[in-house]
């Protein structure tokens, strides 16, 4: 089992930036592709930004491209989600997902395990 917790939501205005951490515990967080999925209100959930196991492979979505930057701390067990240039749009519910098997499953939406999401909102 791998427990994941979201941190470093909250309120920022259109251009501003926010840091989201998602911290695991319970297994070895190095074994594990990690990403961030995000769902606004009305909205299904989307894929943002996903990262290897190793950190190699990175992925995103055309949305957040040149804006948003994933990256992991495989010795402190944390992801990240570095958000810049933020929207209105992005304004939604973060979410932090992790898979023992690949980052296609990541990508997907079908991880292993979740957490329970982090609000951001970026004002007009």
């Given at each position: 089992?791998?427990?994941?917790?979201?941190?470093?939501?909250?309120?920022?205005?259109?251009?501003?930036?926010?840091?989201?951490?998602?911290?695991?515990?319970?297994?070895t967080f190095s074994s594990y592709a990690m990403g961030w999925f995000r769902q606004a209100p009305g909205k299904e959930r989307e894929f943002v930004a996903?990262?290897?196991?190793?950190?190699?492979?990175?992925?995103?979505?055309?949305?957040?491209?040149?804006?948003?930057?994933?990256?992991?701390?495989?010795?402190?067990n944390t992801g990240y989600l570095q958000m810049d240039s933020l929207k209105p749009e992005d304004t939604a519910v973060y979410y932090c997902t992790a898979d023992r098997l690949s980052i296609r499953a990541v990508v997907?939406?079908?991880?292993?395990?979740?957490?329970?999401?982090t609000q951001v909102t970026v004002s007009s």
């Open positions: 089992q791998v427990q994941l917790v979201e941190s470093g939501g909250g309120l920022v205005q259109a251009g501003g930036s926010l840091r989201l951490s998602c911290a695991a515990s319970g297994r996903a990262v290897s196991r190793s950190g190699s492979t990175i992925d995103y979505a055309d949305s957040v491209k040149g804006r948003f930057t994933i990256s992991r701390d495989n010795a402190k997907a939406g079908t991880g292993d395990y979740w957490g329970q999401g």
